[in-house]
């Protein structure tokens, strides 16, 4: 309960609060940035490849 107290009510708890929020919303913004390439890649991989495919 002691170390919540800190966290909370502390200016270097404070900190380490915000540091902490901001590499989660660090975290979740290059995860949805990086599974949009991948997905927009595999998109742009499958129409060269059925393209490929249907001139052989």
Known sequence: MKMLTDLISTDYGLMSLIV??????????????????IGKSSEEHAKKTGAASAKT
Do not use: S
């Open 20 to 37: 902490i929020l901001i590499l989660i919303a660090m975290w979740i913004y290059f995860t949805v940035l990086f599974m949009g390439k």
